[in-house]
């Protein structure tokens, strides 16, 4: 099993349509932050979901935990690393930061599951070799 593959940051900035009514970013628009960090890893090794017609990468499991909350118009970096990776699963550890302090942290299970069958099977080739 490979560990410890860091991934580029991935910059986000806070908008109103991310808060609630009171400028704090509404909670489930951090799953969304993760998402898109390990959605820009995957287009940044050359792996394109939109051109996988054989499966898809689903969340299997999900741990987060809330440190501070961010707030309208913060530039937020979102930092991923892949601690675990295996034919049959990856284990992404992400953090949200504003500057030095820590808004978030996830560890996220990802597998892959067969298009057809709906199935969980190993990686494609060409994800299990970039990675």
Known sequence: MKTQLPI?????????EDTDFQGFVYHANYIKYFE????????????????DKQGYFVVRKISLQFV??????????????????????SVFYQQILRG?????????????????????????KQFLDRI
Do not use: H, M, W
């Not at 580029?8 to 109103?16: E, L, Q, R």
């Not at 898109?36 to 051109?51: H, K, V």
């Open 8 to 16: 580029s940051p991935f910059p986000i900035k806070v908008f109103v």
């Open 36 to 51: 898109r960090a390990r959605s820009q890893f995957l287009n940044d090794i050359g792996f394109f979901q939109s051109d």
């Open 68 to 89: 501070t909350p961010a707030k309208l118009e913060d530039e937020l970096l979102v930092n991923s690393t892949v601690t675990k990776a295996s034919k049959a699963r």
């Open 100 to 124: 030095d302090t820590i808004i978030a942290n996830a560890e996220i299970e990802v597998c892959y599951v067969n298009s057809v069958s709906g199935r969980p099977e190993q990686f494609p």
